[in-house]
């Protein structure tokens, strides 16, 4: 029976979250099940949810619902089903979410899901629902199974887990603990794996991966720029990339090393957040913008040639008209290749959701709708900007024409370009000679 059970995942939110559920789906592998993309086929659906906006959060159980179905039509015919939320809304609801979709089985925290396994047996042996969400005393990470081959050429790994910043609008605090760095030579060995499988791109991640202090091989703390220094001595591995930061970490090392360390992209996500001094204060972003100017003037004279990206809250509780207008101001004076903008949304626990003023929601949607047409607007003139170079690309799928292949940019964007299937892997210069609204297009040019 068992190499017959089939798993369904399905994944919101973050780059943690889907790191998370390769490592679920790589170690439940390991425990005979097979993924599968059909959820009527599924005998375990997980949720692997998040929780930083209620929208996010609220989807969950709108599909929780449709997924009930599917159990009650799978009984009918004799099949069981178990349905696992995990994740962050697993982690902040813990057993409310079973009282609010008594179809859930399982509800497990982020830092428990090497216990899945178990836990699934348990649920069944028992018959009744088990939520798991203390932060356990052991590491997830020593209890999952090596990295299974890769399936594709570029990887994210997980160096850095939970924040001590507390942002007051931010729930990771609360469902993804404190800071926590992994040791470089677990980070090591497992980037190791990922390119004997073929990854020749790895994102390291961290809710504040700049604060990533890890145990090196010789007792030493390792800061970032110390990994990434170690990490490119891996042969095979030919780009690192890291997200997300916070400018407070941002220290001379880790900016230096954008100038001098070649596998190092020139790309950076930055998120500043909001324009406005007193915004800035109230949200305890600990730096102005003036902080923030001078800091990206700071890595732009290490590496000139630099995308940068950024994460922004409009509406946050008491933001005028002239605060807005400051974080357009400031987006407008720094100049990004691309941003994440987000309507502020009050997250029960944290600090902002109590605080006075909170901003309608049509203001809300009139500023998030005015900062997306200038997030657009330099987002096509980067893209434009890269018309007539040519960068090294690494292909990564092929593509939906036949002959085609996609690949990144060293600035995190897609390119297009005609290429024989055994560049899949390879690093190749392409000269763009056009875009869409979201990728490039070129034509590979002999090395
Ligand atoms: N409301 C809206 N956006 C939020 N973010 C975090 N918390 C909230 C919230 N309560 C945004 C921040 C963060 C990104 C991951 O999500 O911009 O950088
Ligand atoms: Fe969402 Fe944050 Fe959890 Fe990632 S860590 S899934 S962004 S709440």
């Given amino acids: 029976m068992g190499n017959a059970r089939k798993v369904y995942v399905r994944t919101f939110g973050c780059q943690m979250n889907v790191y998370d559920s390769e490592r679920m789906t790589e170690a439940l ?4 099940y097979a993924e599968t993309e059909t959820l009527d086929d599924a005998d375990l659906v997980i949720l692997n949810t998040c929780h930083i906006r209620e929208k996010a959060a609220e989807k969950v159980y709108s599909d929780l619902g449709r997924i009930r179905q599917v159990k009650d039509a799978r009984a009918e015919v004799g099949s069981d089903t178990v349905i696992a939320v995990v994740g962050c809304v697993a982690q902040a609801e813990g057993a409310e979410i079973v009282r609010r979709a008594p179809a859930v089985d399982l509800v497990v925290g982020p830092q428990s899901y090497h216990r899945l396994g178990e836990l699934i047996a348990r649920t ?4 009744r629902a088990l939520v798991e969400t203390q932060f356990p005393e052991e590491e997830k990470f020593n209890h999952l199974p090596q990295r299974a081959p890769s399936r594709g050429v570029t990887a994210f790994l997980t160096v850095q887990e939970g924040c001590d910043k507390f942002c007051t609008f931010c729930v990771v605090p609360y469902t993804r603990g404190m800071e926590y760095s992994r040791a470089v030579v677990e980070v090591e060995k497992e980037a190791r794996a990922l390119v004997a499988g073929g990854v020749r791109e790895v994102t390291l991640l961290g809710q504040n ?5 890890g145990e090196g091989p010789d007792r030493r703390t390792y800061s970032l720029a110390d990994l990434v220094r170690h ?28 100038g001098n360390e070649p596998k190092l992209m020139p790309y950076l996500h930055l998120p500043f957040q909001s324009g406005a001094d007193r915004i800035l204060a109230a949200m305890n972003r600990k730096h102005t ?10 890595i732009r004279a290490a590496q000139p040639d630099l995308a940068l990206s950024t994460d922004i809250i409009v509406g946050f509780p008491g933001e005028t008209d002239a605060e807005f207008q400051a974080t357009l101001d400031l987006y407008s004076q720094i100049g990004f290749a691309a941003a994440y903008s987000f309507k502020y949304s009050p997250r029960p626990g944290t600090p902002a959701e109590k605080m006075d003023q909170q901003v309608p929601e049509d203001v809300k949607a009139e500023r998030l709708a005015r900062l997306q047409k200038l997030v657009e607007q330099q987002q096509q003139a980067f893209a434009a900007g890269c018309v007539g170079r040519t960068l090294p690309v690494l292909f990564e799928r ?8 996609i690949g990144r940019s060293p600035y995190l964007q897609s390119v297009y370009a005609e290429a024989p299937a055994e560049m899949l892997g390879r690093i190749v210069p392409v000269e763009i000679s056009g875009f869409g609204p979201n990728s490039l297009n070129g034509v590979i040019r002999p090395e």
Avoid: F, K
Wanted: charged residues 25%; glycine residues 10%; proline residues 5%.
């Fill in 29 to 32: 592998s390991a425990q005979g």
């Fill in 124 to 127: 069944r042996a028992e018959n």
């Fill in 209 to 213: 991966v700049n604060g990533y202090h």
């Fill in 231 to 258: 990490l490119s001595g891996i042969e095979g591995l030919e780009r690192l990339r890291y997200t997300t930061s916070h400018p407070r970490d941002m220290d001379d090392d880790l900016i230096a090393a954008h």
């Fill in 289 to 298: 913008a003036a902080e923030y100017s001078s800091l990206v003037a700071r």
């Fill in 398 to 405: 092929p593509g939906r024409r036949p002959g085609q292949l």
